[in-house]
């Protein structure tokens, strides 16, 4: 499964960007896509939205690409919708006696489907949390949580989620009274060896829970623990007052624990592919070392930090991070930024704008 390459680059401009920067992100993808993200506003301020299926594998960047794109489009009116946070948000109310009643009344109202009322509370109590909520419940929960807010454009992160979901998604617009509006598939591609990285190298604060990464997403304070001779990460946000961020379990084993899930999510993005009549849009996070000068630019590349003590002190260092994609060539990885400007350069195509 090979997507096409995005060319970032720009002949001629020779200005470069720290990325990390919110002041530079926002000149650079002015730069980079200005007068597309004019066309976005235009057609968002008329009043239109969309939906958008975000697919990739799990820790692709689904989530980040969004965000990132209604940040720098216009937040107000674009929404990324996970479903993992709604069925977060559902176990809670489901505790709660007074918001579980009223749950069961819209359930009772516009639930179809094969579980009775006394079944679904149940099998929301017990789940595990690598059990999949039946689609037809899925469904409904989606509509209640849509359905209370203001219309947004959307960004669908986690469904549909297998293959017979996907075609529940190609309806999907009218059951949530969208029926006008232009969906799209959102398909991404992000080499295993990226992912597994990503999940290795990741560090949570224990305090507010936020993710970085020793790697690839360092905090801006760095400490050393003489005992282990290791590195570590102090959260940033100055509520958890230097709290170290610490290694999930089974974090360090990468990717093998979810070789089955990240095999079927392929699947599903190749059945995605295949389909007719909806629009698609490719967004990849990895370039061949060989093409990059061609396509990218050098700042647009995501680096790799390491750590070393001089004269006592912690020096964060960087130097160019090379992966091996899917098909074994030496690649670099994108940082969001690049993949948010071809993102948006496509959105406008697909839109017509
Ligand atoms: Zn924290």
Not at 86 to 104: H, S
Not at 196 to 206: G, M, N, T
Request: proline share 5%.
């Amino acid at each position: 499964m090979e997507f096409p390459i995005f060319k970032t680059k720009i002949k001629g401009l020779k200005k470069k960007f720290n990325l990390n920067d919110p002041k530079e992100r926002r000149e650079y993808f002015n730069l980079k896509a200005g007068k597309e993200i004019k066309k976005l506003r235009d057609f968002l301020k008329k009043g239109n939205t969309f939906i958008a299926y975000l697919l990739g594998k799990k820790n692709s960047g689904k989530g980040t690409y969004a965000k990132m794109f209604a940040e720098i489009v216009w937040s107000e009116k674009i929404e990324h919708f996970s479903i993992g946070d709604m069925v977060r948000e559902i176990d809670k109310e489901i505790e709660d006696k007074k918001r579980q009643k009223e749950l069961i009344e819209f359930l009772k109202k516009y639930y179809r489907g094969r579980l009775s009322l006394k079944e679904i509370i149940s099998s929301l109590k017990n789940r595990s949390t690598k059990e999949l909520l039946p689609t037809d419940l899925i469904l409904a929960l989606i509509k209640r949580e849509i359905s209370k807010k203001e219309k947004k454009a959307l960004f669908i992160d986690g469904f549909p989620r297998d293959l017979d979901q996907i075609n529940f998604s190609l309806f999907f617009r009218d059951l949530i009274d969208y029926r006008e509006d232009p969906d799209i598939f959102v398909l991404i591609n992000v080499p295993e060896s990226v992912i597994d990285e990503r999940i290795k190298w990741r560090r949570i604060c224990p305090l507010c829970q936020t993710s970085r990464n020793l790697k690839l997403l360092p905090t801006s304070k760095i400490g050393y623990d003489k005992k282990t001779g290791e590195f570590y990460l102090i959260c940033d946000n100055p509520r958890c007052q230097g709290a170290r961020m610490v290694k999930k379990e089974g974090d360090e084993l990468g990717i093998r624990p979810i070789k089955k899930r990240l095999k079927m999510e392929e699947r599903l993005i190749k059945e995605a592919i295949s389909l007719y009549g909806i629009p698609k849009i490719f967004l990849r996070n990895s370039v061949p070392q060989k093409l990059a000068k061609k396509y990218i630019d050098d700042y647009e590349i995501t680096p790799e930090y390491y750590y070393e003590i001089k004269d006592g002190k912690i020096e964060i260092k960087e130097r160019p991070w090379i992966i091996l994609d899917d098909q074994g060539r030496k690649s670099y990885s994108l940082l969001p930024p690049p993949v948010v400007v071809s993102l948006i350069k496509q959105f406008t195509k697909v839109l017509n704008l």
